[in-house]
């Protein structure tokens, strides 16, 4: 076999799944804005609103869940904080951890669901989803972590910047 054809291969294989997972993201906002348009038709905006942020705790709870179920430290914020670094990442957004004293934070410096609540009429909104799922993934994992928002890219910030830290 020729190894020049084996690595060509590979990077075919490489491109199509990297292709196949960004349709998979899209796929993914296209789900969530189908199901937010059905409540907003059906129940207004307003309801679609609080259900939105009900819908980001539910996947929160699953957050927490998931990560002490895979033996994530109820004590480690940097580990808690890498671990949502790469959700993010999976989910095509640009994110970074920071150290900050005992403090770690969460830095978004882009997000493909700005894009699609814009492109979906609702734009800027998806600040109070995404607060939620933090604070819920933070409190399923220890009552004592708290998070809190200090700039988001829908308010016009360079960031979505979440600081988490453990209450005395």
């Known amino acids: 076999m020729n190894t020049t054809q084996s690595g060509d291969d590979l990077a075919k294989r490489l491109n199509r799944t990297e292709r ?3 349709s998979m993201q899209r796929i ?3 789900f969530f804005h189908g199901w937010r348009r059905v409540v907003a038709d059906h129940y207004g905006e307003e309801k679609a609103r609080q259900l939105e942020v009900e819908f980001y705790g539910r996947i929160g709870h699953g957050t927490a869940a998931m990560y002490l179920r895979r033996g994530g430290s109820t004590d480690d914020l940097e580990k808690l904080v890498f671990t949502l670094v790469r959700a993010s990442e999976v989910m095509g957004e640009t994110a970074h951890l920071e150290r900050d004293g005992e403090d770690v934070l969460l830095v978004h410096t882009a997000c493909p669901w700005q894009d699609s609540f814009r492109a979906n009429g609702v734009p800027d909104q998806c600040q109070a989803g995404c607060d939620n799922w933090f604070r ?3 409190a399923g994992i220890s009552p004592r972590i708290k998070v809190v928002t200090e700039s988001a890219l829908p308010a016009g910030d360079r960031s979505c910047t979440r600081r988490f830290s453990r209450a005395p």
């Open 20 to 22: 196949d997972w960004q």
């Open 136 to 138: 819920t993934t933070a």
């Open 28 to 30: 993914c906002h296209d």
